[in-house]
């Protein structure tokens, strides 16, 4: 599928706009990340990753290897999508050496309010989504302590529904002995005169305040600065905005031009961001400092 630009809006009390449809090293270091043994030790090594809706293929993902560490694998359809073209392909990606960003797709407010009239309430949809996701995972042999991410596509403070939804999910993921992960922006938006948040931020807040178990982040955050682009020299966590990542995408397919004005040239001229050695298959750029980064080996 075709990934559709990030969209951050904010309007406070209502409903923030679609992020995307996808969200969805050779092992070591990188070209022009070498480091000595003591910046190495200030400094958690960088792995680049990356994450697509459909399955490249055997062959294209062992080449892809010689680039990345590790993949986006989805246990449910991705954004928009009726298939998943992901499954059955761990056991074969983790011969080539690959780690894993294991992905669920979560559901949009619209779904949530329509699952709500239906008599079923976003937390219980959470839990629902939750228990497929674990099947999934189950079934495709991730071990028990693999990070789960929930792909949360809409961005800005988090409508009611949407934060019962998402903790639902989060928590039952959790007590299911697994661990939770949450896909979701990592762009400041406004939230109130002269203030902002992220979703990223608001989510963190509110597990606090009801004392929920911690949630692994995965911030989407692609505006340059502080994202350099399209480019396989993967940066530091520690400079996207967002503190205590467990994974940044720093880039997207195909670019959002409002904010990637800066670092346009990075991309491809059709404004996706491909994969090296591969001119037309798009991808998204993902950051981590572990080469497994939910895991899932």
Same mark, same amino acid.
């Given at each position: 599928?075709?990934?559709?630009?990030?969209?951050?809006?904010?309007?406070a009390g209502m409903a923030a706009l679609l992020l995307s449809g996808c969200s969805r090293s050779?092992?070591?270091?990188?070209?022009?990340?070498?480091?000595?043994?003591?910046?190495?030790?200030?400094?958690?090594?960088?792995?680049?990753?990356?994450?697509?809706?459909?399955?490249?293929?055997?062959?294209?993902?062992?080449?892809?290897?010689?680039?990345?560490?590790?993949?986006?694998?989805?246990?449910?359809?991705?954004?928009?999508?009726?298939?998943?073209?992901?499954?059955?392909?761990?056991?074969?990606?983790?011969? /080539?050496?690959?780690?894993?960003?294991?992905?669920?797709?979560?559901?949009?407010?619209?779904?949530?309010?329509?699952?709500?009239?239906?008599?079923?309430?976003?937390?219980?949809?959470?839990?629902?989504?939750?228990?497929?996701?674990?099947?999934?995972?189950?079934?495709?042999?991730?071990?028990?302590?693999?990070?789960?991410?929930?792909? /949360?596509?809409?961005?800005?403070?988090?409508?009611?529904?949407?934060?019962?939804?998402?903790?639902?999910?989060?928590?039952?993921?959790?007590?299911?002995?697994?661990?939770?992960?949450?896909?979701?922006?990592?762009?400041?938006?406004?939230?109130?005169?002269?203030? /902002?948040?992220?979703?990223?931020?608001?989510v963190r807040q509110q597990v606090k305040v009801k004392g929920l178990h911690e949630i692994a982040?995965?911030?989407?955050?692609?505006?340059?600065?502080?994202?350099?682009?399209?480019?396989?020299?993967?940066?530091?966590?520690?400079?996207?905005?967002?503190?205590?990542?467990?994974?940044?995408?720093?880039?997207?397919?195909?670019?959002?031009?409002?904010?990637?004005?800066?670092?346009?040239?990075?991309?491809?001229?059709?404004?996706?961001?491909?994969?090296?050695?591969?001119?037309?298959?798009?991808?998204?750029?993902?950051?981590?400092?572990?080469?497994?980064?939910?895991?899932?080996?």
């Amino acid at each position: 599928m075709r990934l559709k630009p990030h969209s951050f809006g904010f309007l406070a009390g209502m409903a923030a706009l679609l992020l995307s449809g996808c969200s969805r090293s050779l092992s070591g270091l990188w070209p022009g990340t070498r480091q000595t043994a003591a910046s190495a030790a200030a400094k958690p090594t960088q792995f680049l990753g990356f994450d697509r809706n459909d399955y490249p293929g055997d062959a294209t993902m062992a080449v892809l290897h010689r680039t990345f560490a590790f993949t986006g694998y989805w246990l449910t359809p991705p954004p928009e999508e009726t298939a998943n073209t992901w499954l059955g392909k761990r056991k074969l990606l983790i011969r /080539q050496g690959w780690g894993f960003l294991v992905l669920a797709n979560g559901k949009l407010d619209a779904e949530i309010l329509a699952a709500q009239k239906l008599g079923i309430q976003p937390e219980e949809l959470g839990r629902r989504d939750a228990a497929t996701a674990v099947a999934a995972a189950r079934h495709e042999d991730f071990p028990s302590h693999t990070i789960l991410f929930l792909d /949360q596509e809409e961005g800005g403070r988090m409508l009611p529904e949407q934060s019962a939804y998402i903790l639902g999910w989060t928590e039952a993921v959790t007590l299911d002995n697994y661990r939770a992960g949450l896909y979701a922006s990592g762009q400041p938006v406004p939230n109130g005169p002269g203030k /902002q948040i992220t979703t990223i931020e608001d989510v963190r807040q509110q597990v606090k305040v009801k004392g929920l178990h911690e949630i692994a982040m995965y911030a989407a955050q692609d505006s340059c600065p502080p994202a350099p682009g399209c480019t396989v020299h993967p940066p530091a966590l520690d400079t996207s905005g967002t503190l205590n990542l467990t994974v940044w995408q720093f880039a997207q397919s195909p670019r959002r031009p409002e904010t990637t004005r800066a670092c346009a040239a990075t991309y491809a001229a059709d404004g996706n961001c491909n994969a090296p050695g591969f001119p037309t298959l798009f991808i998204d750029l993902d950051a981590a400092n572990s080469a497994d980064p939910s895991h899932g080996r």
